[in-house]
C-alpha cells in the first residue's frame, strides 16, 4: 500500500500571532512555524494504517509546496516514520487555486491507494484543498474524520458533521481528511530524528508538475479580533439582569 501526505508549514497554534505593517499578512519573524495540526495527524494516522494493512513495500509519502524552510516538516515528518518527502520548491502565494492542480499532478506521479490530509490548514483556515483535489482527480473522499478503517480495497470513514458524525464508505483510491478525534500524533524519538537525515529527499520544480495556476484570490486587509472588555462583578441577580437587558441588550 502506498499513502501520500501533504503538508503545510504553519505557525505553531500556541504562538502569539501579530499581523505585519501593511496588515496583509500575519508577522512571521520570531514566531515558531510547525506542521500544521491535522497534517501531523495525518501523518500518523497514515503511520497506524500501515502497521496494521501494509506489506514489506508498503509507503508513506510526504510532501509540502514551499520555499527550503519546509525542509524541517518534511524532516519531522520523516522521523515520525514516513520513508521519503518531496518538496515542491517555489515561494509563490499559495492558495487552493494553486495547491491543488500541483498535489493532483504529484498524486498521478505517485499513484498512492489513499491521500491522508489535515481537513484545514490553521493559518488561512480555507479547508478547500482536500475536496478541490477529489474533485480534480475524480476520487470518492470521506472528509473530517474522526475515525477510519480498512478491509481490503474499501474503506470506512466516521465523519464529524453538524449535530453529530456519520458514516461513509468507498472503494481506494480515495482521499481522507482528518479532525482532532482522530489519533494523538506521536513524538519523534533522537534516533529516529537522527535516521530521518539519510531518508530519500527529493525536490521538484512546479513545471515538472504543470507549473504554478494563476490564482484570483487577493487579500487586501486582515484585522486582529478586538480586545475582549474586562468583566464586571455586580452585587446581586437584580443588577445582572438589568444590565444584560439594559445594557447589553442579550436579554429581552
Known amino acids: 500500500m502506498k499513502i501520500l501526505v501533504p503538508l503545510s508549514r504553519t505557525e505553531d497554534p500556541q504562538a502569539r ?28 494516522e497514515s503511520l497506524r494504517v500501515l502497521a496494521d494493512h501494509g506489506t514489506d513495500d508498503s509507503e508513506l509519502i510526504v510532501c509540502c509546496i514551499g520555499e ?22 517555489t ?18 506521479r505517485e499513484s498512492p491507494d489513499l491521500i491522508i490530509m489535515g481537513k484545514q490548514s490553521i ?6 484543498v482536500p475536496q478541490r483535489l477529489a474533485q480534480n482527480l475524480g476520487w470518492p473522499q470521506g472528509t473530517f474524520a474522526f475515525n ?3 478491509d481490503g480495497r474499501s474503506a470506512t470513514v466516521g465523519r464529524e458533521v453538524d449535530g453529530g458524525t456519520m458514516s461513509v464508505g468507498f472503494d481506494l483510491p ?16 533522537l534516533p529516529d530524528i537522527m535516521k530521518a537525515k539519510r531518508k530519500p ?29 474586562a ?19 442579550v436579554l429581552g
Do not use: C
Not at 515561494?91 to 498521478?108: F, G, I, W, Y
Open 148 to 150: 477510519l478503517t480498512l
Open 68 to 89: 527550503d524552510s519546509v525542509s524541517s516538516e518534511l524532516r519531522r515528518a520523516l522521523a515520525m516514520g514516513a520513508h521519503r518527502a518531496i518538496q515542491v520548491s
Open 201 to 229: 529527499y527529493e525536490t521538484l520544480n512546479p513545471d515538472e508538475l504543470g507549473g504554478l495556476a494563476e490564482t484570483r484570490i487577493r487579500v487586501t486587509a486582515l484585522a486582529a479580533p478586538p480586545a475582549r472588555a
Open 17 to 44: 500571532i501579530r499581523l505585519n505593517r501593511e496588515a496583509t499578512d500575519i508577522d512571521r519573524d520570531g514566531v515558531s512555524m510547525v506542521i500544521n495540526p491535522f497534517d501531523e495527524i495525518a501523518v500518523e
Open 123 to 128: 493559518d488561512g483556515d480555507s479547508g478547500q
Open 174 to 189: 480515495g482521499i481522507v481528511s482528518t479532525d482532532l478525534r482522530l489519533n494523538e500524533p506521536r513524538l519523534p524519538k
Open 91 to 108: 515561494d509563490a502565494d499559495l492558495s487552493p487555486e494553486v495547491v491543488t492542480p500541483l498535489l493532483a499532478a504529484l498524486a498521478r
Open 231 to 249: 468583566g464586571q462583578i455586580v452585587a446581586d441577580v437584580d443588577t445582572l439582569i438589568t444590565k444584560l437587558t439594559d445594557e447589553a441588550k
